[in-house]
């Protein structure tokens, strides 16, 4: 790959010795050529061959410093070469990708880079750069926990307030760093327990009263720092964000663990001794670079109901794989009689409610405008409502006009297959 010049230095090149990815759908020579323009522009420091055979003779790998002249790894899955040529070159910062298709078409290379992503090293094909995403490590003694997802609404809150509440329970004193598309401008800190009022209060001031750390705040009981990002990058890294000082701020609280929740499918830029990854769908999960997400994973969550997605993220994933689903509740109880309405994103339905209005359009404000039309027409008195999008600014503030009471739904996970509890407390404690 022919690297920018200016002044005739490299710009945009990772310094450092790199690994070069090479095929046999090219003649020896021509790649021999490119290896040694490579390695006097920047050093190569191993070479992996990636497959095919129409130019390339199982003699030439036989022999392969005759012909690229120097050594090839071979006669394995490419990631796997890339790994064994990290260990033995642990300098190397880069990965160069020569190949080409039908050895490695888009998806391939895309699966590739993440591999290489994970292991620390920028991926260089031509007109591509993809950096490494680069992590903060704290200068904190407690268990750094992290819940990323694969993409939007996959369930990292529930996870991530859920994991905070078991550690709360245990007394371990958790605070969670929440980053979001609508957090505050500076980072802010909720009170463990922060009420309707007080959701009302940011709404009224031109927040968003449903932020993700909020409903960490009301619905696990923990304090919660809220920081805003911009962007996703596709490796999950923002644009912007306010994490650094949402990091400071978290740590003022002397608290005695750290749960770091992701935005979307983007990664808080802060070295976790311990991840869990929620898969949302396939896509999200397998396509692109989201394999990167599912590498950094001690844990991969996995809405029930697709065994061969399981058993996908499975084959990705180097930690434990295991289905699960989240159960809506509320988050204190109703009095016999109550005639309620139910907001949520999701078709899910707590256990022995039958609810008088029931939608999911909680994020679609023009449904919802209709929905609240029909529960106060049908004398609702109980507005049951996920703390997400419109829940405060719109379905709070119609219950207080209604006279409605406002109950909050939480969703738990469960884990048909483990007690999940048990293995979110365990990772803690590896953390």
Known sequence: MPPSRRGGENVGVSPGPVIALIDGEHHPPAVRDALDR??????????????????????????????????????????????????AVPDARAVVDLADEPVLDAPAKLRLAAFALHLGLDYEAPGVRLEAPRYERLAFAGPVVAVIGTGKRTGKTAVAGHWAALLRER????????????????????????????????????GHGASDFLEDAALAGVPAVGCRRVGGGLAGIPYDSTVAAGVRLALEQDPGALVLEGSGSCIPPVEAGRTVCVVGDRRGAL??????????????????????????????????TLRFELRPEPVEPLAAGARVALFSTSAAMPDGLEPLVATTSLARREELGRDLDRARSMRCDVYLTELKAAAVDTVARRAREDGARVVFLRNRPVAPDADLDAVLLGLSDRA
């Open 38 to 87: 490579l390695d006097a522009e920047r050093g190569v420091a191993a070479v992996v061959f990636c497959g095919g055979e129409e130019k390339v003779p199982a003699a030439v790998l036989a022999a392969p410093e005759g012909h690229y002249g120097r050594a090839v790894a071979s006669g394995a899955p490419a990631a796997e070469l890339v790994r064994g040529a990290v260990r």
């Open 171 to 206: 007394g371990a004193r958790p605070v969670i760093l929440a980053m979001g598309r609508g957090g505050p401008p500076e980072p802010v800190l909720a009170a463990a327990g922060t009420g309707l009022d007080e959701l009302l209060a940011v709404a009224d001031g031109g």
């Open 287 to 320: 396509e692109g670079l989201g394999p990167y997400r599912l590498l950094r994973a001690d844990l991969a969550l996995v809405r029930a109901g697709d065994p061969t997605l399981v058993e996908e993220v499975a084959a990705v994933c180097p930690g434990r």
